[in-house]
């Protein structure tokens, strides 16, 4: 009986690591699935999306993980899921601020809660999509003036 053939998935000569899970890929995954898994216990429980995104544990863990490592992967296509997550993490932190402040009147009390869904239901795209692209080993789009910094 004669032995299949085995041919590797994607063998790129330039990256001797490239089929490795290893290093700042391995950590932005890590970071992904902490902000999943506080976005999760949002879904799942009496918190929001977002009140669980910015106040729970993993969140924070994942921004902590973020800062420490960001100098790792500066000046490659990693970088752009970096500023990614941390974009997400800081403007879901942002608008869950309007959205107490909007808290604070009668009126406001109907557009605190559309900034509240709004901003979990874009938690859960930015949490996705970043993730669906770092397995697909793309970089996150950025503005020109971010690329060139």
């Known amino acids: ?6 041919i590797p998935v994607d063998s790129d000569a330039d990256d001797p690591m490239e089929g490795q899970l290893d290093g700042p890929r391995a950590w932005c995954h890590v970071m992904y699935g902490l902000h999943a898994v506080s976005a999760a216990s949002g879904i799942l429980s009496s918190a ?4 669980a995104f910015v106040f729970g544990w ?7 993980i973020n800062y420490v ?3 790792k992967v500066r000046g490659t296509w ?20 309007v959205a107490g ?5 009668l009126i406001g009390i109907p557009a605190a809660f559309m900034v509240i869904v709004g901003t979990g239901l874009w938690v859960l795209y930015r949490v ?3 993730w669906m692209a770092l397995l ?4 996150m789009p950025m503005p020109p003036s971010a690329a060139v910094a």
Do not use: C, N
């Open 128 to 130: 996705i999509r970043g």
């Open 1 to 6: 009986m004669t032995e299949p053939e085995v």
């Open 69 to 71: 490592t960001r100098d």
């Open 48 to 51: 929001t999306i977002i009140g």
């Open 136 to 139: 697909d080993r793309r970089a």
């Open 58 to 64: 993993p969140s924070i863990i994942a921004v902590i």
């Open 101 to 105: 402040f909007l808290a604070f009147t």
């Open 78 to 97: 990693l970088a752009s899921h970096w500023r990614w997550q941390l974009r997400s993490f800081w403007f879901a932190a942002l608008w869950l601020l």
